[in-house]
């Protein structure tokens, strides 16, 4: 085989491998209230054991009826699905890359319930100036996160967050436990992320939307 028929073979093995890895955009449901899309969201990721993350848009739906009409629905797409690694380590969502503005994941029973540094500070960033919100699926509810801002966020900043969120995981059991004694430290971290970036983002702990 020629040494450049090898090089080929290879960087096409390496291709494919990476298509693999990175998933496709699938999706899973649509609904014309966007509240139900979220109530599905939530209940199909209480089954996955692990990180899954995707969009969501508004599209144009036609319908073959008698009236022919045409009306919007929200669309929920599944952008990748990546199960627990091998080696033990924490199983990551790898988001493809996209400029939807609407961002969902889930933390699975396994993680803590409340977001973490990164999904806090994701939307601020330059680069991700696209993400107007954000949501979270645990298993006690949903969170929401808007951006107002996209200027990005000093390191001062990460670190008051972190500082914030260490706070709730020593008074949660370690980040996994949400019950009446743990609701009004919930709203102090709320309240704290508010406090560092008033006006830039809102975040909220919409419990289980029935």
């Known amino acids: 085989m020629h040494s450049h028929t090898r090089t080929h073979k290879r960087k096409s093995q390496k291709a494919q491998t990476r298509r693999k890895q990175r998933g496709g955009k699938t999706r899973i449901h649509s609904s014309a209230a966007f509240v139900d899309l979220l109530v599905y969201l939530r209940e199909f990721t209480l089954e996955v054991p692990f990180e899954v993350c995707g969009t969501i848009v ?3 739906m036609a319908y073959t009826n008698a009236t022919g009409r ?8 599944l952008h990748d699905l990546t199960p627990p690694l091998n080696n033990g380590s924490r199983p990551q969502c790898i988001f493809e890359h996209t400029k939807d503005p609407i961002i969902w994941h889930n933390h699975p029973k396994t993680s803590k ?3 973490s540094m990164e999904d806090i500070v994701k939307g601020l960033k330059p680069k991700n100036q696209h ?4 949501y979270i699926f645990c ?3 949903i969170w929401k996160i808007q951006y107002w801002d996209h200027n990005g966020v000093t390191k001062e900043e990460m670190k008051q967050v972190t500082n914030a969120l260490n706070q ?11 019950n009446r004694k743990t609701d009004p430290n919930v709203d102090q971290m709320i309240k704290t992320i508010h406090a560092i970036f008033p006006s830039r983002l809102t975040i909220r702990f919409l419990g289980t939307p029935y």
């Open 131 to 134: 993400i107007s919100e954000s």
């Open 58 to 60: 508004k599209e144009r």
């Open 139 to 141: 298993e006690y509810g």
């Open 113 to 115: 319930f409340y977001p």
């Open 70 to 77: 045409v009306r919007n629905e929200y669309v929920a797409y």
């Open 168 to 178: 709730l995981y020593y008074t949660a059991d370690r980040g996994r436990v949400y």
